[in-house]
C-alpha cells in the first residue's frame, strides 16, 4: 500500500474562570390605573438607576444599561369565566456587569430587597480580547489532535508520513454525519446562589468550558 486518504477528527476543551458577570434585574408595577402605575414603576426604578451610577463611577460595576420603560394591560379572568377590569402593568430592565463575584453578590443582595425589584439569572462570559485567545488556542490544539490520530492510523497500515488535504469545522467535510463534539466554539456556564445565615446572595460561577472539533482529511504515505 503506498499512499491512502485518511480521514479523522480532533477534538480539545478547556475550563476557563468567568471574567464578567452580566445580571438583569426588572422593577415591575401594576395597578387598575395606567396613570398611577407609569409614576410608581418610574418611581421605584430610579434609586436602582441612581445606585448603578454610582457604582460604575466608583468602579464597583463595569458599566450598566436600561431599557425605556415599558407598559402593558391584560384583563384577567374571573372564577365564573368573566372578564374583569383591566390590570396595567409597567417596568424598566436593568442590565449590570461585574468583574468580581464578591460585587455582584453585594449588590444583588442589596437591590434584591427594595420594592417592585425581580433579579434575574447571570450571564458569566470572558472578555472579547481573553474570548479570541482562548478560541485560538482551542482550534489550534485540535488541529494537532486531529494531526496526531491522522498518523496514527496511518502507522496502523504502514505508512509514516502524512499531508493535509482538507481541514473544516466539524459537519463540513462529511455533512449529514454530526460528529460527537461542538462547532468551532462553545461555550457553556452557570450560576448558582444560596442565602446564608444572613440575608445575603452569594453567587458561585462555573467555569466556562470552551471545545473546538474539526475534520481534517490527510494523505498518507
Given at each position: 500500500m503506498s499512499e491512502v486518504i485518511v480521514t479523522v477528527r480532533g477534538e480539545h476543551e478547556v475550563r476557563v474562570h468567568p471574567e464578567r458577570a452580566t445580571v438583569r434585574v426588572s422593577v415591575r408595577a401594576e395597578g387598575p390605573e395606567r396613570g398611577p402605575v407609569v409614576d410608581e414603576a418610574l418611581r421605584?426604578?430610579?434609586?436602582?438607576?441612581?445606585?448603578?451610577?454610582?457604582?460604575?463611577?466608583?468602579?464597583?460595576?463595569?458599566?450598566?444599561?436600561?431599557?425605556?420603560?415599558?407598559?402593558?394591560?391584560?384583563?384577567p379572568w374571573s372564577s365564573d369565566g368573566s372578564r374583569l377590569a383591566p390590570v396595567y402593568m409597567a417596568g424598566v430592565d436593568f442590565t449590570a456587569t461585574f468583574a468580581e463575584d464578591g460585587e455582584l453578590s453585594l449588590w444583588v443582595t442589596e437591590?434584591?430587597?427594595?420594592?417592585?425589584?425581580?433579579?434575574?439569572?447571570?450571564?458569566?462570559?470572558?472578555?472579547?480580547?481573553?474570548?479570541?485567545?482562548?478560541?485560538?488556542?482551542?482550534?489550534?490544539?485540535?488541529?494537532?489532535?486531529?494531526?496526531?490520530?491522522?498518523e496514527a492510523y496511518a502507522g496502523a497500515v504502514g505508512l509514516h508520513q502524512v499531508s493535509p488535504v482538507e481541514l473544516a469545522?466539524?459537519?463540513?467535510?462529511?455533512?449529514?454525519?454530526?460528529?460527537p463534539g461542538t462547532p468551532l466554539m462553545k461555550a457553556r456556564g452557570a450560576v448558582?446562589?444560596?442565602?446564608?445565615?444572613?440575608?445575603?446572595?452569594?453567587?458561585e460561577p462555573e467555569e466556562i468550558v470552551i471545545s473546538a472539533t474539526v475534520e481534517a482529511r490527510f494523505l498518507a504515505r
Amino acid at each position: 500500500m503506498s499512499e491512502v486518504i485518511v480521514t479523522v477528527r480532533g477534538e480539545h476543551e478547556v475550563r476557563v474562570h468567568p471574567e464578567r458577570a452580566t445580571v438583569r434585574v426588572s422593577v415591575r408595577a401594576e395597578g387598575p390605573e395606567r396613570g398611577p402605575v407609569v409614576d410608581e414603576a418610574l418611581r421605584l426604578s430610579e434609586p436602582v438607576r441612581e445606585d448603578l451610577a454610582e457604582r460604575t463611577k466608583t468602579g464597583s460595576a463595569l458599566d450598566w444599561s436600561s431599557a425605556n420603560l415599558s407598559v402593558r394591560a391584560e384583563r384577567p379572568w374571573s372564577s365564573d369565566g368573566s372578564r374583569l377590569a383591566p390590570v396595567y402593568m409597567a417596568g424598566v430592565d436593568f442590565t449590570a456587569t461585574f468583574a468580581e463575584d464578591g460585587e455582584l453578590s453585594l449588590w444583588v443582595t442589596e437591590v434584591s430587597a427594595r420594592e417592585g425589584v425581580e433579579v434575574g439569572w447571570v450571564d458569566w462570559h470572558l472578555t472579547p480580547e481573553t474570548r479570541t485567545r482562548v478560541e485560538r488556542e482551542v482550534a489550534a490544539r485540535a488541529v494537532e489532535a486531529a494531526v496526531l490520530r491522522a498518523e496514527a492510523y496511518a502507522g496502523a497500515v504502514g505508512l509514516h508520513q502524512v499531508s493535509p488535504v482538507e481541514l473544516a469545522d466539524v459537519g463540513l467535510i462529511a455533512p449529514g454525519h454530526p460528529g460527537p463534539g461542538t462547532p468551532l466554539m462553545k461555550a457553556r456556564g452557570a450560576v448558582a446562589f444560596a442565602a446564608d445565615a444572613a440575608p445575603s446572595m452569594q453567587y458561585e460561577p462555573e467555569e466556562i468550558v470552551i471545545s473546538a472539533t474539526v475534520e481534517a482529511r490527510f494523505l498518507a504515505r
